[in-house]
């Protein structure tokens, strides 16, 4: 557990003095982390069974009791969805790097500072403290798989919003003044689809208790209805906003990428991804590993980073989709679905246009 940053004295002689100090921090820490159970029936099934089945092959997993199995409804082979995922390649999602757009206007300032401020929130919550450069060895930064996990889902329950805001208020407004939309619709209500497909591939790591799920119903209540109004008074600095939120995300994934290439995370060494993530991403028979499957999330980071810095470039009202529209000339680059080269295609930056 992090050290303490705030302390909070408490009057009891009687007790040792190591119990006289309350961390702000650390408690917090704890209860976030206590509030998930990554024991779950699913994980120990899945640790026990490393190096002996493939999860995808196991006949054990059918027995472990599942976090949110599937419906019971024996007519149904499967639900399917409308989004498929792109098929990322490795060499794409090694591409992916931490990146940063500068501020250009007040606008911006705006929204990197909500960003800022949400993140010191959230650091505060899931008991996270960023290393600075060249101290990322010491035990105060240091992340365990409860640690990430708790981040991962608290990040995910919230990242699911915007998308699912945005395109709802534009669904609105065109029905509202009989306008088209010029397809922004499809791609930010896929957005929220995507975030929704990290967050479960994350519970199916760990069972939230209720302590998490009290702090998601609150993150909820407020960013929904935070959100919500200020994409009415602003959309541009909404996707602005979005754009810097997801630049953190990728720092996130970042960060846990390292620690598993580091050998600080043992348990997720040699453990394969979830089910349900092989089948959402079309993971390779050889990519598969939680490794892998945190690439394959940050790479959708990434691409959320860019499609939402191209949004805040835009005229709101008239200009088309970028995303969704087709070119005359296909043979110039262009945005698209997929992770691009960016460098390859002559793109310096994340924003496109
Ligand atoms: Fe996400
Ligand atoms: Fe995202």
């Not at 007040?106 to 959230?122: E, P, Y």
């Not at 397809?183 to 591939?201: S, V």
């Not at 079309?282 to 990434?302: C, G, I, N, S």
């Amino acid at each position: 557990m992090s050290t303490s940053s705030v302390y909070m004295p408490l009057r009891a002689t009687s007790l040792p003095k190591s119990y006289l100090h309350l961390s702000l921090r650390g408690c917090i820490g704890v209860v976030a982390t206590a509030g998930l159970r990554p024991s779950s029936p699913w994980l120990v099934s899945r640790i026990n069974q490393q190096n002996t089945k493939r999860f995808i092959s196991s006949t054990q997993q059918t027995q472990a009791k599942e976090f949110f199995p599937p419906p019971k409804a024996p007519h149904i082979k499967e639900v399917e969805t409308a989004w498929l995922h792109p098929v990322y390649t490795q060499e794409q999602m090694y591409h992916v790097t931490v990146a940063h757009r500068e501020t250009k206007d007040w606008a911006d300032w705006i929204a990197l500072g909500t960003v800022r401020l949400l993140r010191w929130g959230m650091d505060l919550l899931t008991g996270y403290r960023h290393p600075t450069p060249g101290r990322e060895h010491e035990v105060q930064f240091q992340m365990n798989e409860k640690k990430w996990l708790t981040r991962f889902i608290f990040l995910e329950s919230v990242a699911g919003v915007p998308g699912m805001v945005g395109g709802m208020l534009r669904h609105l407004r065109s029905l509202r003044r009989l306008k088209r939309d010029n397809g922004w619709i499809e791609t930010l209500l896929e957005e929220a689809y995507n975030e929704r497909m990290h967050l479960l591939t994350f519970l199916k790591l760990a069972e939230p208790g209720w302590f998490m799920r009290l702090m998601v119903l609150g993150a909820q209540g407020v960013f929904f209805n935070g959100f919500f109004i200020s994409y009415l008074i602003s959309p541009r600095i909404c996707h602005r906003f979005v754009g810097y939120l997801e630049e953190e995300a990728v720092i996130t994934y970042t960060r846990a990428i390292q620690d598993i290439e580091r050998g600080t995370l043992p348990k997720w060494t040699n453990m394969d991804a979830p089910e349900i993530a092989i089948q959402y991403w079309k993971m390779p028979e050889d990519q598969r590993t939680m490794k892998d499957l945190l690439m394959y999330v940050r790479a959708d980071e990434a691409k959320h980073r860019e499609v939402n810095h191209t949004l805040g470039n835009l005229n709101q009202e008239a200009d088309p989709n970028p995303y969704s529209v087709k070119y005359k000339d296909p043979s110039k680059p262009h945005p698209g679905k997929g992770i691009v080269n960016l460098k390859a295609t002559g793109w310096e930056r994340d924003e496109v246009i």
